[in-house]
């Protein structure tokens, strides 16, 4: 059982920059792909980014491709999302995800789910 917490949402201007991690515990961190994703008020949960078990691949949603980049570090247990160019879009509350095997873009493929990170864009 993998334990997810999310950190380092905040409140930022359009244009400005933040850095989310995620912390995991309880399972081994290296085996697993791990994904962010969004949800805005009165959307559905989307997709944002993904990394491979090694962090070799990555893999992003075509409107945050060039301004985010998604990172990992195994021996921290911790997987990474940079944003940069942040716009009132962006809003949303950010989670990270955790699955086993290959890479995923929908949300019922992850198994394990951290409580989420508000990011607030104003404009």
């Known amino acids: 059982q993998v334990q997810l917490v999310e950190s380092g949402g905040g409140l930022v201007q359009a244009g400005g920059s933040l850095r989310l991690s995620c912390a995991a515990s309880?399972?081994?961190?290296?085996?697993?792909?791990m994904g962010w994703f969004r949800q805005a008020p009165g959307k559905e949960r989307e997709f944002v980014a993904a990394?491979?078990?090694?962090?070799?691949?990555?893999y992003y949603a075509d409107s945050v491709k060039g301004r985010f980049t998604i990172s990992r570090d195994n021996a921290k247990s911790t997987v990474y999302l940079r944003m940069n160019s942040l716009n009132a879009e962006d809003t949303a509350v950010y989670y990270c995800?955790?699955?086993?095997?290959?890479?995923?873009?929908?949300?019922?493929?992850?198994?394990?789910w951290g409580q989420g990170t508000q990011v607030t864009v104003s404009s």
């Open positions: 309880g399972g081994t961190f290296s085996g697993y792909v």
């Open positions: 995800a955790a699955k086993e095997t290959n890479m995923a873009v929908t949300t019922r493929s992850y198994d394990y």
């Open positions: 990394i491979s078990w090694g962090g070799i691949r990555t």
